[in-house]
């Protein structure tokens, strides 16, 4: 079964990549919905979950990523979220966990890590609201 990855980015040239990326694992099977700002990142996870992994850019119209992860976590979502983004000092790392992102890339991503993480955080899951991860 696809793993589904909800990629959420102002560019659609980086997702476009980050499509790119992730479809042409030969190992993985992905299934790739995508947002343009933090906005579309709730409606789509409402509309078209459930996910095994959300991406999520931090500087972004509408609604910056972490106040979507806030909202996000907020609702109950227990869904991995890695924030991908070009801010990394360890003040933008410590902002994303605080609001409740499980890991951070810093772009350009290359491809091993983007695959790297996404095989990690896939692998474990989905983890219904206040319960282990689903086997």
Do not use: W
């Amino acid at each position: 079964m696809a793993k589904r990855i909800l990629v959420v980015d102002d560019h659609a040239a980086t997702r476009q990549l980050v499509r790119a990326m992730l479809e042409g694992d030969r190992t993985e099977q992905f299934e790739i919905v995508e947002g343009a700002n933090g906005l579309e990142c709730l409606q789509r996870y409402e509309a078209d979950g459930p996910f095994d992994l959300i991406l999520l850019d931090v500087n972004m119209p509408e609604m910056d990523g972490y106040e979507a992860c806030r909202l996000l976590r907020e609702q109950g979502c227990r869904v991995p979220i890695i924030f991908v983004t070009a801010n990394k000092d360890m003040k933008d790392y410590t902002a994303g966990r605080g609001a409740g992102a499980d890991s951070y890339l810093v772009k350009p991503v290359a491809r091993a890590a983007l695959r790297s993480v996404v095989g990690l955080f896939t692998s474990v899951g989905r983890r219904p609201a206040g319960g282990p991860p689903a086997t």
